[in-house]
């Protein structure tokens, strides 16, 4: 079965320092991927994706991903967070057409002042 | 345009009871997939509606059914409530062109279940 496994569920970081928020999937097929972000109270929001193409993906507020398929690993990026990046991040998968999301735990990002 | 609008926020059922969800899809949209969210975890996927057929469906119990209406809104209806059902309904609700495929997902911001 495909399953996706963000290994923090917590990652504090200071404030203007980098952060990667790690996802790792397991299929033996081509996948898509997919990073959202939940801010507290609020519904999940697309941050970026991997369809096809360039493997360094960017998204939106900063954040860029990695897709490295020998590693079935889909990294999330941001070289300075901000207090306003206080989030819970969730990676998922897809591997079919009919856009079934597999979706990891979540972490959640915390930025110390 | 409007975003994807879900009702109740927030509702409270004992168990064996049945609820209703509903959900509005974004203007233009045509595809509507409903999640539900346990405290603590990811998302799990139910099932999706495409042009009001379910366009497949995930490891839940035929308790859990769904509707979708020619306006492209959808209704969530779970049977004989159980304790496990309390969790955050997340609908979204995409644009396929052409049949199914990869499509944007836009979410509401849920409806909280909880069963006593």
């Known amino acids: 079965a495909q399953s996706v496994t963000q290994l923090d569920s917590q990652v504090p970081v200071f404030e203007e320092a980098p952060v990667e928020l790690r996802c790792n999937y397991s299929s033996s097929v081509s996948v898509y991927l997919f990073w959202y972000v939940q801010y507290p109270n609020q519904g999940l929001q697309l941050l970026l994706k991997?369809?096809?193409?360039s493997t360094l993906v960017k998204g939106i507020n900063g954040f860029e991903a990695e897709f490295n398929k020998s590693q079935t690993s889909f990294h999330l990026r941001k070289p300075s967070v901000h207090i306003s990046d206080t989030a819970e991040y969730f990676c998922?998968?897809?591997?079919?057409?009919?856009?079934?999301?597999?979706w990891g735990a979540g972490t959640k990002l915390i930025i110390k002042p | 345009e409007t975003g994807v609008t879900q009702s109740p926020t927030h509702l409270i059922k004992t168990r064996g009871q049945q609820v209703t969800l509903r959900c509005s899809s974004q203007?233009?949209?045509?595809?509507v997939s409903w999640y539900q969210q346990a405290l603590g975890q990811g998302p799990q996927f139910i099932f999706q509606y495409y042009r009001e057929e379910e366009n497949g469906r995930g490891n839940f119990p035929p308790r859990f059914s769904g509707l979708q209406f020619p306006n492209y809104s959808s209704e969530l209806n779970v049977n004989a409530l159980e304790l496990d059902d309390s969790a955050l309904y997340l609908c979204?609700?995409?644009?396929?062109?052409?049949?199914?495929?990869?499509?944007?997902?836009?979410f509401g911001e849920g409806s909280r279940l909880t069963v006593l």
């Open positions: 991997y369809l096809s193409g």
């Open positions: 203007s233009g949209h045509n595809t």
């Open positions: 998922a998968v897809t591997w079919d057409s009919n856009y079934q999301l597999i």
């Open positions: 979204a609700s995409s644009l396929i062109a052409g049949g199914p495929g990869i499509g944007e997902l836009f």
